[in-house]
């Protein structure tokens, strides 16, 4: 049985089903109490579970990703809400220097098994400082897991995964995905997505693209446009950052020998520049170009609609990489 | 110090305290014997080589660590910043142990992979040692947070443990510090803030960093928690002084804030030339030792023979030298050792997690 429901509730029912199985869990976050979420995400959570397991903050990030962190060592299973991503810069210390490196600085003594989830991405003209993408600068760092669920299906059972998992692991969502729709299954019935597991969302022969998220929607929508033209595009949903499954990657470019990767990122040093490096050593003999890729422009977000426009991954940009990769352009 | 005009046992006015028992102040002088002579093997395998890295040593702040933590149960949290080999010997580490982690081996209690300023004791319910000053703050307050949620949220009792959150006088200035106070106060949080206050954040005096640095129990006001000046200098005054504070919290589950008057005998690392400080202050906190002043305490007030006190110098010295040889004969990590405790799931090149041999050998 399956039912459609937003992505936002995906990520609630994900988190009070966890909640209601395990009490070490509980919700830490700006607004996510009585306000009922600053996205709605965790709307209702409050009254079903209590102040005490779904925490109102001040705006605090860094004092309560650490307070969170230390929970965790504990043995609690926090999972900290970040209206955005952006605002994680300011608790860069806890998050990057404290969760992912605790168990190896420890000697295994104290592992951090923490989420903390938020939204992450331009979220629709609100300049530079709120439009950040960290997939770009956070997976840099061993020690921790990123997921970006591009489906409601996908959101709530890795949101599962995460929260049952022992390693801290970035939830990355998206503002403009939160409203989108897609079939999951009831309540009762228990499933979770397990991470390092890519999924092909449009099978095709020409030409392999790779993406994490939302610029997945542009991925599709350029492989409709592509197919047009007799170039069939098979999209690869990496869905987790860390761990990356090469092999659901590799096995699709040696059958299309080629490929574009998407990544809303910047381009220098991001994971569209780890994946393009990794397919030209494992894939150098099946790879009948350079691998392409479609990432943000160089430049911070801007304002102005069409300049933001410009600035992201889109379909034209994605469709000409596709035809300059294939020897159509 | 500039604005410490008066020497840390003089703004202690508080009577002595009533007299405890023969066998505890012996065994707080044995703790802060260990702590002592620990330091000096370091700082001379500092210079031999063996240690690497940074290195901060904790020779004149020894009553704190011994002092808070005996003010403690046993599985009290505590956790603290990169000066901290001395609240691991205080909680309990083996010295050998914390030794070989100096000397990067694998019997070290991180396994050799955090090194001097990461001790971490899952036994001895003591959290890390933390590099980045003020840092450990906001893990402190989750440490509390985390405690009185089991017990009244899980258990559905009351809460039971008080947290040890110790900081220096330079994490004060940190945007981590006042944001864990914050949250510690807003939460009720049963946690100490203990600023080991020496008086420097390196070596920088703290009129030049920290308003209000002549009164730093200001910073607890405004974030509504109790607040105690204690002697850090003298043991028995600091038991006195502190022990009520921790008592406290526990009954209230409420955080405080303590200003605890020390000073460090060495420079702020050992690549410190200390020129920021004259000799002549240095001589003046030198002449209060904590350990000269509680050996007289129990030689002048409990007759207690100065050859028994002897004994005890020369058993720690045996002791600590033992741990030398221990950690010189722990082989280094093996290479395997590079890709374990990454995650605690194997995949990719990761290998798992295990425990290091201090922890395995106590569970067997």
Same mark, same amino acid.
């Given at each position: 049985m399956t039912r459609e429901i937003e992505f936002r509730d995906a990520i609630r029912e994900a988190m009070s089903e966890e909640m209601r199985r395990d009490q070490r869990v509980f919700l830490m976050g700006e607004e996510v109490a009585q306000y009922n979420g600053a996205y709605k995400v965790s709307k209702g959570m409050l009254d079903e579970f209590g102040p005490r397991r779904v925490v109102d903050t001040p705006i605090s990030e860094s004092g309560f990703a650490g307070l969170c962190i230390g929970a965790a060592m504990m043995g609690l299973r926090p999972i900290v809400e970040f209206m955005s991503w952006s605002f994680s810069l300011v608790a860069a210390d806890p998050i990057l220097n404290n969760a992912p490196k605790m168990l190896y600085m420890s000697g295994g003594q104290f592992g951090c098994p923490i989420v903390i989830r938020g939204n992450n991405g !331009?979220?629709?003209?609100?300049?530079?400082?709120?439009?950040?993408?960290?997939e770009g600068l956070f997976s840099n760092v061993p020690g921790m897991k990123m997921v970006m669920p591009f489906d409601p299906y996908d959101a709530k059972g890795m949101m599962k995964t995460a929260i049952r998992d022992d390693d801290p692991v970035f939830f990355l969502e998206s503002e403009r995905l939160l409203s989108t729709k897609g079939e999951v299954p009831s309540p009762?019935?228990?499933?979770? $997505?397990? *991470?390092?597991?890519?999924?092909?969302?449009?099978?095709?022969? =020409?030409?392999?693209?790779?993406?994490f998220g939302r610029p997945l929607y542009f991925c599709l929508e350029a492989a409709e446009a592509l197919a047009k033209d007799g170039i069939e595009c098979e999209v690869i949903d990496g869905r987790t950052i860390r761990p990356l499954d090469l092999d659901t990657i590799i096995k699709s470019v040696v059958k299309t020998n080629?490929?574009?990767?998407? =990544?809303?990122?910047?381009? *220098?040093?991001?994971?569209?520049?780890?994946? !393009?490096?990794?397919?030209?050593?494992?894939? *150098?003999?099946?790879? =009948?170009?350079?691998?392409?890729? $479609?990432?943000?422009? =160089?430049?911070?977000?801007?304002?102005?609609?069409?300049?933001?426009?410009?600035?992201?991954?889109?379909?034209?940009?994605?469709?000409?990489?596709?035809?300059? $990769?294939?020897?159509?352009? | 110090m500039a604005t410490m005009t008066k020497t840390a046992s003089q703004t202690a006015s508080s009577p002595r305290p009533s007299r405890l028992p023969a066998e505890t102040l012996q065994q707080w002088l044995r703790?802060?014997?260990?702590?002592?002579?620990?330091?000096?093997?370091?700082?001379?395998?500092?210079?031999?080589? /063996?240690?690497?890295?940074?290195?901060? %040593?904790?020779?004149?702040?020894?009553?704190?660590?011994? +002092?808070?933590?005996?003010?403690?149960?046993?599985?009290?949290?505590?956790? &603290?910043?990169y000066r901290d080999h001395g609240h691991a010997l205080a909680r309990g580490m083996d010295p050998k142990h914390c030794m070989a982690e100096m000397f990067g081996k694998i019997g070290g209690c991180a396994k050799g992979k955090?090194?001097?300023?990461?001790?971490?004791?899952?036994?001895?319910?003591? @959290?890390?040692?933390?590099?980045? %000053?003020?840092?450990?703050?906001?893990? +402190?307050?989750?440490?509390? @947070?985390?405690?009185?949620?089991?017990?009244?949220?899980?258990?559905?009792? /009351?809460?039971?443990? #008080?947290?040890?959150? @110790?900081?220096?006088? +330079?994490?004060?200035?940190?945007?981590a510090f006042h944001e864990a106070l914050n949250l510690a106060g807003l939460f009720d949080l049963p946690v100490i803030f203990c600023v080991e206050n020496n008086g420097y954040s390196m070596g920088t005096a703290i009129s030049r960093g920290t308003t209000m640095g002549h009164d730093i129990t200001s910073k607890a006001i405004g974030y509504g928690m109790d607040s105690a000046?204690?002697?850090?200098?003298?043991?028995?005054?600091?038991?006195?002084? @502190?022990?009520?504070? #921790?008592?406290?919290?526990?009954?209230?589950?409420?955080?405080?804030? #303590?200003?605890?008057? &020390?000073?460090r005998f060495k420079g702020h690392s050992m690549s410190d030339p200390r020129k920021?400080?004259? /000799?002549?202050?240095?001589?003046?906190?030198?002449?209060?030792?904590?350990?000269?002043?509680?050996?007289?305490?129990?030689?002048?007030?409990?007759?207690?023979?100065?050859?028994?006190?002897?004994?005890?110098? /020369?058993?720690?010295?045996?002791? %600590?030298?033992?741990?030398?040889?221990?950690?010189?004969?722990?082989? #280094?990590?093996?290479?395997?050792?590079?890709?374990?405790?990454?995650?605690v799931e194997e995949w990719g090149p990761y290998k798992g997690t295990s425990l290091p041999e201090m922890l395995k050998k106590n569970q067997s």
């Open positions: !331009a979220g629709g003209q609100l300049g530079s400082t709120h439009s950040w993408c960290v009762e019935e228990d499933y979770t $997505v397990p *991470f390092g597991k890519a999924k092909i969302r449009r099978a095709g022969k =020409d030409c392999t693209i790779v993406s080629y490929c574009v990767v998407v =990544d809303q990122s910047w381009s *220098f040093g991001s994971p569209g520049s780890e994946i !393009a490096a990794q397919l030209h050593r494992l894939c *150098f003999d099946h790879l =009948d170009n350079y691998v392409g890729r $479609v990432h943000s422009e =160089d430049v911070p977000a801007p304002y102005a609609y069409n300049l933001e426009q410009e600035m992201l991954p889109n379909a034209r940009k994605i469709c000409e990489a596709v035809r300059a $990769v294939t020897y159509n352009a | 703790d802060m014997l260990l702590i002592r002579e620990f330091e000096v093997r370091c700082m001379q395998a500092y210079q031999n080589k /063996k240690i690497g890295g940074f290195c901060h %040593v904790y020779i004149g702040q020894e009553a704190v660590a011994v +002092g808070c933590t005996a003010a403690l149960k046993p599985d009290d949290p505590i956790i &603290t910043a955090g090194g001097s300023m990461h001790m971490f004791d899952k036994e001895h319910w003591l @959290f890390g040692g933390h590099g980045i %000053v003020g840092a450990q703050t906001p893990l +402190g307050a989750g440490l509390a @947070f985390a405690t009185k949620y089991i017990d009244e949220v899980i258990h559905g009792g /009351k809460s039971k443990k #008080v947290t040890l959150a @110790f900081l220096g006088d +330079g994490a004060l200035n940190q945007g000046v204690v002697d850090g200098m003298d043991i028995l005054k600091l038991y006195e002084q @502190f022990k009520p504070v #921790v008592d406290k919290a526990r009954e209230t589950s409420r955080p405080a804030f #303590v200003d605890i008057r &020390t000073y920021y400080r004259t /000799k002549e202050e240095e001589q003046t906190y030198e002449a209060e030792d904590p350990i000269d002043r509680l050996a007289m305490t129990l030689m002048a007030d409990y007759e207690w023979p100065r050859e028994t006190y002897d004994q005890m110098i /020369k058993e720690v010295r045996d002791q %600590v030298r033992d741990s030398v040889e221990w950690a010189d004969a722990s082989p #280094v990590p093996p290479i395997e050792e590079l890709y374990t405790d990454v995650y």
